[in-house]
């Protein structure tokens, strides 16, 4: 079971930032494996999302369907949520203790959502943006991200390599080389890179 936590749980919480609950109510059907997405039955009130998932969660999402043994064959994970949150615990302390280092006692479920909202931020600079992709209602909810990426990235270089596409093919070598699309201006694409 623990390893199960780190290979399965702790993956689909560190790359989609959902919330434990979120992620544990999973079914299949919210999996479309074609399009590589996810789709999120919102906690808390919040909105309903759909993710996009890396090619190696979706394998590992296909691996896991083939070999799983769960009762209720629609749903990702069978234990009830608190019986996965105490084996995280256990298991997180016996990693801290045999590398004694205790503040990795202060990693939850949660922080994973955490560090994908600041990392978001800290990417885009777009607090709407993050916002939608938590599914959060209140931008307030939001704005402690803000914090988080000025206290993490504080000595960051904040400039930018901008670049220019006219065409798909254009757009798409930008992108496989890591810029991100930032607006459309008299026809030309534009896009930037931290530097």
């Given at each position: 079971m ?25 079914r ?24 996009k ?143």
């Open positions: 623990s390893q199960f936590i780190l290979e399965h749980v702790t993956p689909i919480l560190k790359e989609t930032g959902m919330r434990a609950g979120e992620a544990h109510k999973l299949w059907a919210d999996v479309d494996f074609e399009n590589c997405t996810v789709r999120v039955t919102p906690e808390k009130g919040s909105n309903p999302r759909i993710f998932i890396s090619r190696k969660l979706l394998n590992m999402l296909v691996d896991l369907k083939a070999t799983s043994r769960v009762q209720d064959k629609s749903r990702i994970f069978a234990k009830d949520l608190r019986t996965i949150r105490k084996v995280f615990e256990k298991q997180r302390a016996n990693i801290a203790r045999k590398l004694k280092n205790p503040r990795l006692l202060r990693i939850h479920f949660h922080t994973f959502r955490h560090w994908k909202a600041t990392m978001l931020y800290h990417q885009t600079k777009d607090i709407l943006y993050v916002m939608r992709f938590l599914g959060h209602r209140n931008i307030q909810n939001t704005l402690i991200y803000i914090q988080l990426e000025e206290a993490i990235f504080k000595k960051e270089n904040d400039e930018f390599i901008c670049k220019t596409a006219k065409t798909v093919e254009e757009a798409k070598t930008l992108i496989e080389a890591g810029f991100e699309y930032v607006c459309e201006f008299d026809g030309v694409k534009l896009f930037r890179k931290r530097k």
